[in-house]
Nanobody
Framework: QSQFVESGGGLVQPGGSLRLSCAASGFTLDYIAIGWFRQAPGKEREGISCISSSGGITNYVDSVKGRFTISRDNAKNTVYLQMNNLKPEDTAAYYC????????????????????WGQGTQVTVSS
């Protein structure tokens, strides 16, 4: 069964850092663009970052630019989200998902066409 497993979430103080991992199971990420999304209680799911299959194209929502960095290690079949200078408003469940292979060279942070959603990992930013 093809799916993602997200990990790396936790409780962190404002200004702290976390690195989230998105590991693929049942398929290779070599030709897949990946997106990171988050959803806070009572709010709609929000796209926050994405990366093309080669890593050459990345996109970020304005609220995380300069603080979050997306990267990938295809040899480990894993995509990462390094989150620095975390703020309370970053508190949410974080998910990764994949675009169909025909979109491998690009990516976008709307959740349209994304598939293989994982169970998510919780990030809580609080003092």
């Amino acid at each position: 069964q093809s799916q993602f497993v997200e990990s790396g979430g936790g409780l962190v103080q404002p200004g702290g850092s976390l690195r989230l991992s998105c590991a693929a199971s049942g398929f290779t990420l070599d030709y897949i663009a990946i997106g990171w999304f988050r959803q806070a209680p009572g709010k709609e799911r929000e796209g926050i970052s994405c990366i093309s299959s080669s890593g050459g194209i990345t996109n970020y929502v304005d609220s995380v630019k300069g603080r979050f960095t997306i990267s990938r290690d295809n040899a480990k079949n894993t995509v990462y989200l390094q989150m620095n200078n975390l703020k309370p408003e970053d508190t949410a469940a974080y998910y990764c998902a994949a675009l169909p292979p025909r979109f491998s060279s690009i990516c976008w942070i709307l959740d349209s066409h994304y598939m293989y959603w994982g169970q998510g990992t919780q990030v809580t930013v609080s003092s």
